[in-house]
């Protein structure tokens, strides 16, 4: 059994920094690709950033120059710098990640159960 578990999340004024984290635990023989996605109520779930096992990283035009995201794979933990927030970046932050179940050698999605990032104007 695989869990994901974020922290970080919170209110935070216009201009502002926080960093989410993602925990990765249970039967993991690898991690592909960890991602953050944010989902504002009446809305698609849209990607953040995402970033492969090699260190290769992707991120919405929204939140480029402003956002990173970075991985400790010693730790199966994934990061989400986010500065100069906005009060567009408001939402549910969610992570995801692609993992190789050592147990059926499978690979799965997997999602945690969120995190509220508030940027108040």
């Known amino acids: 059994q695989v869990q994901l578990v974020e922290s970080g999340g919170g209110l935070v004024q216009a201009g502002g920094s926080l960093r989410l984290s993602c925990a990765a635990s249970?039967?993991?023989?690898?991690?592909?690709?960890m991602a953050w996605y944010r989902q504002d109520p009446g809305k698609q779930r849209e990607l953040v950033a995402e970033?492969?096992?090699?260190?290769?990283?992707n991120y919405a035009d929204s939140v480029k120059g402003r956002f990173t995201i970075s991985r400790d794979n010693a730790k199966n933990t994934a990061y989400l710098q986010m500065n100069s927030l906005k009060s567009e970046d408001t939402g549910v932050y969610s992570c995801?990640?692609?993992?190789?179940?050592?147990?059926?050698?499978?690979?799965?999605?997997?999602w945690g159960q969120g995190t509220q990032v508030t940027v108040s104007s």
């Open positions: 970033i492969t096992s090699g260190g290769r990283t």
């Open positions: 249970g039967t993991i023989f690898s991690i592909n690709v």
């Open positions: 995801n990640a692609i993992i190789n179940d050592s147990r059926t050698r499978a690979t799965y999605s997997y």
